[in-house]
């Protein structure tokens, strides 16, 4: 079974929301990408996004693209993505690893090449953010011939039947993008984000996850209440940025990410 099938399955059977952690590989530097992926799941990370750096991430705020530039600026590419994968996996067999980013890079690599050396690493699945489901056909049969999970996003501003084609083309998950903007900005509107969630529900036979705007403890256990998962980053990232070493790291999430875990798992029945 995919690892993301079978996490969520877990999260099912606990009656728990999962925690999503974002991060961008090579940020804060190369050497810690690994170390950064072990201590995300140390600390309460059921699954983990590893951005892929691209040089004009149009889907993100300023804490993710600096992100990427410092990436970018370290020589970290598509090879450091994929090796960082592998080394992961030789240690941890099953937290999920979703690889999301933007398909000119990996238009370049070669995508069919990319999926299978993604597969082999250990991969999941790809949330490729500037590719429109009227152009996912061959990049999804691809994916799907190698076991791997296209996850796609949701918005706010997603028509009503584009919404519907896009829930039932679904796997793995579905990203459901909590308002209307880049990452990391604006201010969380629980209030209607709930509702579209749960609109969603009566779509999708995949579980939602929900992201955007979840800093804290109190914003995931709001919309964690009404989601499968919550998937935090900006936050994540910026609190990462600087660290020197991997007893840093370790430091560094061991002040941030266990408020927002408990958070979660208090939201399961006793």
């Known amino acids: 079974m995919n690892r993301i099938d079978a996490r969520f399955a877990e999260l099912k059977s606990a009656a728990r929301p999962g925690l999503i952690t974002f991060v961008t590989a090579g940020d804060p530097d190369p050497a810690l990408t690994v170390p950064v992926m072990h201590a995300l799941v140390r600390h309460g990370a059921d699954l983990i ?7 004009d991430p149009m889907a993100d705020g300023p804490v993710i693209q600096q992100a990427n530039e410092r990436a970018l600026a370290k020589h970290v590419g598509l090879s450091h993505v994929l090796d960082s994968v592998r080394a992961f996996r030789a240690d941890d067999a099953s937290t999920p690893v979703v690889l999301m980013g933007y398909l000119n890079p990996i238009e370049r690599y070669g995508f069919p090449r990319f999926a299978e050396a993604a597969a082999g690493a250990g991969a999941d699945g790809m949330l490729l953010v500037d ?6 056909g061959d990049y999804e049969s691809t994916l799907q011939s190698l076991g791997l999970r296209q996850i796609y996003l949701l918005a706010p501003t997603t028509p009503p039947a584009r919404r519907a084609r896009i829930a039932a083309k679904a796997s793995g998950f579905l990203y459901y993008v909590s308002f209307k903007g880049i990452t990391g900005a604006g ?7 709930v509702a579209a969630l749960e609109e969603l529900r009566g779509l999708s036979q995949v579980p939602i996850a929900v992201g955007f705007g979840i800093k804290d403890a109190q914003s995931a256990a709001a919309l964690g209440a009404h989601a499968e998962a919550v998937v935090i980053g900006s936050a994540l990232v910026e609190g990462l940025n600087g660290a020197v070493d991997a007893a840093d790291v370790d430091r560094r999430l061991a002040g941030f990410l266990p408020p927002i875990r408990d958070a ?6 006793d």
């Open 49 to 55: 996004e590893l951005g892929m750096p691209f040089s």
């Open 131 to 136: 590719c429109p489901i009227e152009e996912s």
């Open 264 to 269: 979660l798992h208090a939201l399961a029945p």
């Open 187 to 193: 201010h969380l509107e629980q209030g209607s984000a």
